[in-house]
């Protein structure tokens, strides 16, 4: 078995699943099924891609929500000539290869960022399809010596070295070095060596954080972003003798919700909040100055700003934001098995056919429960409904729905029945969009600038690691 043809579970071919879905409406298909809203993400692509030209920095999009080519092509956009992104897994390279060549083909440059520390496993499945793409298109993330040793591999196997990025860790503890750390072992020192040899192409400092998953303000999401920002600077100002003079080095920061925040700077000024004009100037710092003497420039990366889930809505990152039914581009549709109304249980209930292989088990920090349901199914037309059905309890394969904490000190007795009928299908807004996506091998795609009910394409995704 070659290096490209690894077992994974396989899904039908995709012409097979179109035939199968397009035109059906969404309540009669088999359920569970996840439902992507194409028109909803596309706004959200073109927004970010917007604010990030207005503000003249560069983006890097991550690919790991939803795995798709077709949600590649939207969140790249039509006019930049670079296509940057991040994948999470080595499937994803090999699931969006198609793509990838029709932006080579198009005269577009492509760079896909490996978005772990190098793992020695993955090395040369990385370089193969480096081979296969052409120069300059792997990149790969380093916070440690060890890892330094598997880049002349991916050199001689590719026919071209990797860029590589430092990682930063500003302040999430999830991967990276801190400022003050980064040459541990000498491996700042070490890399440049490798640089100056032409065994690697050193890009710049990169961090992730997800700290703004914690957010609950335009304000404190903006903040975040500066506290990267200035993370990797302070990476930077304390190891400005290890680099060479003149280079010209990239800081790479972001997650979703401090990334859109620079949306809130797009088109105004002179009228943006004080927060919102020192994030303005902190960027004008890096593209526009020479910190620590370096040519520096910014690029943003996000990934679930495409398609939007609870958690990311819970931020409040941006001001012009909607409700739940308004911005999430992916939901659930389950089916209703039982409803319990009638003093059965301590206060109504719904059992539902959708658990934890079909949702995730993911929390959100803005309420008790692990999905909400569009209010369409039992409160049409109602933008703003007092109380909302959430999932309240999780199992395998079956949840409870009821009604989600209103007044504060509201006598149990009071709590409404659950307007819903056994057979009745409704959708369920996850929590978390990257882990539900991940429980399923298609989307059923639905348009809601034109119908929204109905399907009217069905999109793969990469499977598998």
Not at 277 to 285: A, D, M, P, S
Not at 290 to 314: C, M
Request: with cysteine; glycine share 8%.
């Amino acid at each position: 078995m070659s290096i490209m043809e690894l077992p994974y579970r396989p899904s039908p071919h995709v012409d097979t699943l179109r035939q199968m879905y397009i035109g059906k409406d969404i309540s009669q298909i088999s359920k569970p099924a996840v439902v992507l809203d194409k028109a909803k993400m596309q706004r959200h692509c073109q927004s970010l891609l917007r604010a990030v030209d207005f503000l003249g920095v560069d983006f890097r999009a991550h690919v790991k929500t939803h795995k798709t080519n077709e949600g590649v092509h939207l969140q790249a956009g039509e006019t930049s000539k670079e296509v940057r992104l991040v994948v999470s897994t080595i499937a994803e390279i090999e699931h969006l290869q198609p793509i990838l060549h029709e932006f080579k083909e198009r005269g577009r440059q492509v760079n896909v960022l490996y978005g772990i520390p190098l793992p020695p496993s993955q090395v040369d499945r990385l370089a193969t399809l480096g081979r296969k793409l052409g120069q300059g298109t792997i990149s790969v993330l380093i916070d440690h010596v060890s890892q330094l040793h598997h880049l002349p591999r991916f050199l001689e196997q590719a026919g071209f070295p990797a860029g590589v990025y430092l990682k930063v860790d500003t302040g999430y503890h999830r991967a990276g070095l801190p400022p003050s750390g980064i040459n541990k072992d000498d491996l700042v020192t070490r890399l440049m060596n490798l640089e100056n040899e032409d065994k690697v192409s050193f890009i710049g400092l990169y961090s992730h954080s997800s700290l703004s998953y914690n957010d609950s303000t335009p304000k404190q999401a903006m903040a975040n972003l500066e506290g990267e920002i200035h993370g990797c600077l302070d990476a930077l100002h304390r190891n400005a003798h290890l680099f060479p003079n003149g280079k010209g080095i990239t800081i790479s920061v972001g997650a979703s919700p401090q990334v859109t925040s620079v949306e809130n700077l797009m088109g105004r000024t002179g009228t943006v909040s004080n927060d919102a004009e020192h994030l303005r100037q902190t960027i004008h710092n890096v593209t526009k100055e020479r910190p620590s003497g370096f040519r520096t420039k910014l690029e943003l990366h996000a990934g679930v700003y495409s398609i939007l889930d609870v958690q990311q809505l819970s931020t409040h990152s941006r001001d012009d934001l909607g409700d739940y039914e308004d911005e999430i581009a992916i939901s659930v549709m389950a089916e209703i098995c039982s409803v319990y109304n009638d003093g059965e249980r301590q206060q109504p209930e719904a059992l539902v056919a959708v658990g934890v292989s079909g949702l995730g088990r993911e929390p959100c920090v803005a309420y008790e429960g692990w999905g909400i349901v569009d209010r369409e199914a039992y409160s049409p037309g109602r933008s703003k409904p007092e109380r909302r059905l959430i999932v309240k309890r999780v199992s395998q394969e079956h949840c409870i729905v009821s009604w989600g904490q209103s007044k504060a000190g509201e006598e149990t007795g009071a709590v409404p029945p659950i307007p819903l009928e056994v057979g009745q299908s409704i959708r369920i807004y996850p929590n978390h969009a990257c882990v539900t996506g991940a429980l399923y091998g298609w989307y059923c795609v639905v348009d809601s600038s034109d119908n929204g009910q109905q399907i009217v394409d069905v999109w793969t995704r990469a499977s598998g690691w």
